[in-house]
């Protein structure tokens, strides 16, 4: 009996920061929110210079541009 007290520990310990892991998600500065009611396109509230965070997969990086002092 005494040897499942470490597993229960390590169980609601693991369960509990999976816990407040998702409410710090769902809390977090995000572009979309999670609010269908006063806020159903959110991308419309977005600046104009607003940086996108796109994945481009044939990304040739020869011809990028780069940003920043050279070293």
Do not use: C, S
């Not at 693991?14 to 959110?42: Q, S």
């Not at 419309?44 to 044939?58: E, G, H, M, S």
């Amino acid at each position: 009996m005494f040897m499942l007290i470490p597993q229960f520990f390590f169980l609601t310990l693991g369960l509990t920061g999976a816990t407040f892991y998702l409410i710090r998600l769902a809390r977090g500065p995000h572009v979309t929110l999670w609010d269908k009611k006063n806020n159903p396109e959110p991308w419309n509230r977005l600046d104009p210079t607003y940086q996108y965070k796109f994945v481009a997969v044939n990304t040739d990086y020869k011809n990028l541009k780069k940003d920043g002092p050279d070293f």
